[in-house]
């Protein structure tokens, strides 16, 4: 669940009293949930536009509704209010919101994403690169796309065969083969030319 300090609790209710609505709460959700575009967001919550999905928490004289599609990836959420000379800042910390969540149950392209986030994406951004996965097709193929400094590398096949289509294959036995779309002749930010 998340965590609302003491801090963040007080400045909210703050809030939430300059809008003189009774019963007003918060909404606590991520948008693009498991994405790298993953987005945390509290806004304003009147009475009527809670869900029946939401998880509830009870907080120092407001409620907080949980969206329910994002519960798994606000884990180890923080929401936390620090005063500074300007008044202060309201963040919020949600390290799993961009995490696919994989469980056996997973889709295939789930697993990939997963996998492309979490260890291939990683290292291909110390030379300012990336990968997504546009499509699976036949069941069992991964097709990708490459950018930043990977589009247009000189480096790309041998990134694409013995790294990227390697871990896939190994971690994944349902897929029998990864394919790159990338146009590799835009060689301005390639890494390598």
């Keep these: 669940m998340v965590t609302i300090t003491e801090s963040a609790q007080e400045y909210l209710l703050e809030l939430l009293e300059k809008q003189n609505v009774p019963g007003i709460a918060v909404r606590v959700f991520i948008l693009d949930a498991g994405t790298p575009r993953a987005e945390t967001c509290i806004s304003f919550c009147r009475p009527g536009e809670e869900k029946d999905s939401d998880d509830i928490q009870e907080l120092n004289g407001f409620r907080a509704f949980i969206d329910q599609p994002s519960v798994p990836f606000l884990e180890d959420a923080v929401v936390d209010f620090q005063k500074d000379s300007m008044g202060g800042q309201l963040t919020i910390k949600a390290p799993n919101s961009r995490l696919p969540k994989i469980s056996e149950d997973s889709s295939l392209e789930d697993r990939v994403n997963y996998i492309l986030y979490n260890e291939i994406n990683p290292g291909l951004a110390a030379h300012g690169g990336m990968v997504s996965l546009e499509e699976i097709f036949d069941e069992s193929v991964a097709v990708l796309r490459f950018g930043g400094g990977c589009q247009?590398?000189?480096?790309?096949?041998?990134?694409?065969?013995?790294?990227?289509?390697?871990?896939?294959?190994?971690?994944i036995p349902q897929l029998t083969e990864v394919r790159d779309v990338t146009d590799h002749s835009v060689k301005e930010n390639a890494y390598y030319q």
């Design 152 to 171: 247009g590398c000189g480096m790309v096949d041998v990134t694409l065969k013995d790294g990227v289509e390697k871990t896939l294959l190994e971690q």
